[in-house]
């Protein structure tokens, strides 16, 4: 059937507007909000407008007369709190509203209506009536003033929506369709609020955002997803918690209807852009708790650029039984998708299968190793995004080393930092690995006047160090090394860099036969003193006897603030003849796992890493809940992020032996508590 369309016949302009009707069950309708009635008036002017199309007869619909509600209904009285209506569910509860002067106008049906709705139950109470026996209403000369809700209808911890709606019908048409139809022009005003049922003595958790939208740049019939994250009582929420998201574009609340606009968890995406659809868009959460608005995120459209890859997938050699990890880095608008695949290398072999699931930047192999020695080969990924032509990396060939004699490991860690007046830090670190036995020789140390002797500024004159077991017990400490003939043939089968001399107060303890288990360094200043530090642990086992059954350092970890503009450096060595994979984390946000709450913790955490010569070589700015990395921080036991989408930072790589640097900062200049980490993959 052919869509009619309303067309003004009589425009004060001279000319003509008109509005295309989308047919529904054979109704036809336009139903447009607008923030002011100046804008109402600016997209239809008064006039007659005339409805014409194949299939129904011509309707003539009156403009001229003046009925836009002039008054907005309003609650009166009640209890409020945090932007709810706070009703005891035990007892009967009736909500008050004002009345309108304008709804008995003389000659024009005016109706009204009030619901109350459950988001989580099937709870529906509602009334309507009209000033003309229409559509089967209840005539009434006068409006509605209240809701009765009786007791035991809702569910205490329930949130429920209410609605207050009043309409005037400019143009009211029973004859002109057959089978009873209406054809009516109705204006309408209307409040929604939202009421928590809370019985006396009962708690409602608490409800706070944990990610705001962020700007989003979109090209013409792509599309673009705005993120929000929150929590009820300190937890991410599931799917059918008894929450509900809006969100709103320029101020204006969308309908959700899954064709334009559709939801992923609460998350809105906006598809088949068009030049309207820039602007700002926000959302508010409704929960028990209250409602909180978020901040503004701006949508803009820019010219589609096909994909093209500037970082390619690098050949690596991992021992067998370890984990590889090959990453690209590509450009393009929109955002590229990825696509892996794996060739076996050998001529004649057939070509290239995709692997299922693998459409990340990244491509995580674990347990090379056995009967997974096939995953030896080339790996290359297809990067797409609908523009243009998709492009294929360079392949990246996956070598498994055949020898355990020297296996790719963590060698030295380090931490760079400062200590302010009456400051520490602790720095921990895990000993043993799997399939390993044995003890474990350390070379930790705290080093500041050597430090400075390489050119760092601002380093702490006199740092003391103590080491501690998993029982927290102290085991070794050190406030001035003393220039001990054992500390320097210690430091020196390590490679550590030397101390300026015996009577520098740098700190350092030399640690053997240490079983496995948790270790932790706290690093001080000795009577105040203050300024940047390195703490170091070094594996100090003897040259040439580390095999596989070794124990290793398996991660290292500390726990500090990080200042607005400044940043925290973790350093590790790579020993070994093999690559090695690892994770690094940073994490601010994610804290609230284990502090109960993000109070205080950096929002938004930033993570580069830097080879021996100083070149970045990955970085990551919020992890975006990657399986990948979600399964590799469970295989190390690392604490699990509660919040999917909260902004800290991860990054899993395959590295070749040598040296490394992770730094730490928030982004934008912020600051807070973070906690920064690396770990062993195996």
């Known amino acids: 059937m052919q869509s009619p369309t309303l067309v003004n016949v009589t425009p004060p302009s001279g000319s003509a507007v008109t509005a295309a009707f989308t047919p529904n069950n054979q109704d036809y309708e336009i139903n447009a909000a607008f923030a002011t009635k100046a804008a109402l008036d600016a997209a239809y002017p008064n006039g007659t407008y005339r409805l014409s199309g194949a299939g129904i007869p011509t309707l003539n619909f009156d403009f001229t007369t003046e009925l836009y509600p002039s008054t907005t209904p309003a609650v009166t009285g009640g209890t409020w709190s945090n932007g709810l209506l706070v009703i005891d569910p035990t007892q009967a509860a009736t909500i008050n509203f004002s009345t309108f002067a304008s709804y008995a106008t003389s000659g024009v049906a005016g109706h009204m209506s009030t619901q109350v709705q459950g988001l989580s139950d099937n709870v529906n109470l509602k009334t309507q009536i009209a000033t003309q026996a229409v559509g089967g209403q209840t005539p009434s000369s006068t409006p509605v003033t209240s809701i009765t809700i009786p007791a035991r209808a809702l569910t205490s911890g329930h949130v429920y929506q209410a609605t ?20 009516v022009a109705l204006w309408t005003k209307a409040v929604n609020f939202y009421i928590v049922a809370q019985a006396p003595g009962t708690t409602i958790p608490v409800l706070a955002l944990t990610n705001q939208p962020t700007n ?29 998201v809006l969100w709103f574009f320029n101020g204006q609340q969308l309908n959700i209807d899954g064709v334009k606009y559709t939801f992923n968890g609460s998350n809105l995406t906006i598809n088949s852009l068009t030049t309207a659809d820039v602007g700002s868009y926000s959302a508010a959460v409704i929960a028990p708790g209250g409602i909180i608005s978020s901040n503004p995120a701006t949508l803009t459209l820019a010219a589609a650029v096909a994909p093209a890859i500037i970082t390619q997938p690098v050949s690596v050699t991992v021992n067998s039984g370890g984990t590889a990890v090959f990453a690209v880095t590509a450009t393009g608008t929109p955002a590229p998708t990825y696509q892996w695949q794996r060739s076996s290398g050998t001529p004649g072999a057939g070509a290239s299968v995709l692997i299922p699931g693998a459409t990340s930047p990244t491509l995580v192999l674990s347990g090379t190793t056995g009967n997974n020695a096939a995953l030896a080969g080339n790996y290359s990924v297809v990067v797409s995004n609908g523009v243009g032509s998709a492009v294929t990396s360079s392949p990246a060939t996956l070598t498994l080393a055949s020898s355990f004699n020297d296996p790719g490991r963590l060698t030295n860690l380090s931490v760079l930092t400062d200590i302010a007046a009456g400051s520490s830090f602790t720095v921990g670190t895990v000993v043993g690995g799997q399939g390993t036995a044995g003890s474990k020789n350390l070379v930790v140390r705290a080093v500041g006047p050597s430090l400075g002797a390489l050119g760092v500024p601002g380093t702490i004159g006199d740092p003391q160090l103590t080491l ?91 726990l ?53 010569n100083s070149v970045a070589i990955a970085s990551n700015d919020d992890w975006g809940a990657d399986p990948q990395l979600i399964n590799v921080g469970t295989r190390v036991n690392a ?20 040296g490394y640097t992770a730094q730490a900062r928030g982004n934008n200049g912020t600051s807070g508590l973070a906690i920064v980490e690396v770990y062993e993959v195996p």
Do not use: C, H
């Not at 207050?164 to 004859?175: G, K, M, R, V």
């Not at 740049?217 to 799917?239: D, S």
């Not at 992020?641 to 899993?652: E, F, P």
């Open 164 to 183: 207050i709606q009043f309409d005037t019908l400019s143009t009211l048409d029973t004859t002109s369709l057959t089978g009873g139809g209406l054809a």
């Open 216 to 244: 989003q740049t979109g090209v013409l019939g792509g599309k673009a997803t705005f993120n929000i994250g929150y929590t009820v009582g300190g937890a991410a929420p599931n799917q059918n918690s008894n929450v509900s």
């Open 468 to 558: 501690f077991n998993g029982a927290s017990v102290a085991i070794a400490n050190n406030d001035n090394w003393n220039g001990d003939p054992s500390l320097l043939a210690a430091m020196a089968s390590v490679g550590a860099f030397a101390f300026t001399g015996p009577t520098s107060k740098d700190a350092a303890v030399y640690q053997q036969n240490l079983a496995p288990g948790n270790y932790s360094v706290a690093v001080s200043g000795v009577n105040g003193s203050v300024g940047s530090v390195i703490a170091e642990i070094y594996d100090a086992t003897p040259a040439g006897t580390f095999t596989a059954a070794s124990p290793r350092l398996v991660n290292v970890s500390v």
């Open 639 to 658: 604490f699990a992020i509660g919040n999917t989408q909260s902004k800290d930072a991860m990054l899993v790589v395959t590295l070749p032996p040598g």
């Open 560 to 612: 500090k603030s990080i200042p607005s503009g400044g940043l925290l450096t973790l350093g590790f060595t790579l020993g070994g003849s093999a690559a090695k994979t690892v994770l690094i984390r940073v994490i601010g946000p994610g804290l609230s796992v284990i502090l109960g709450s993000t109070n205080g913790t950096l929002g938004d955490p930033q993570l580069t890493l830097f080879n021996s």
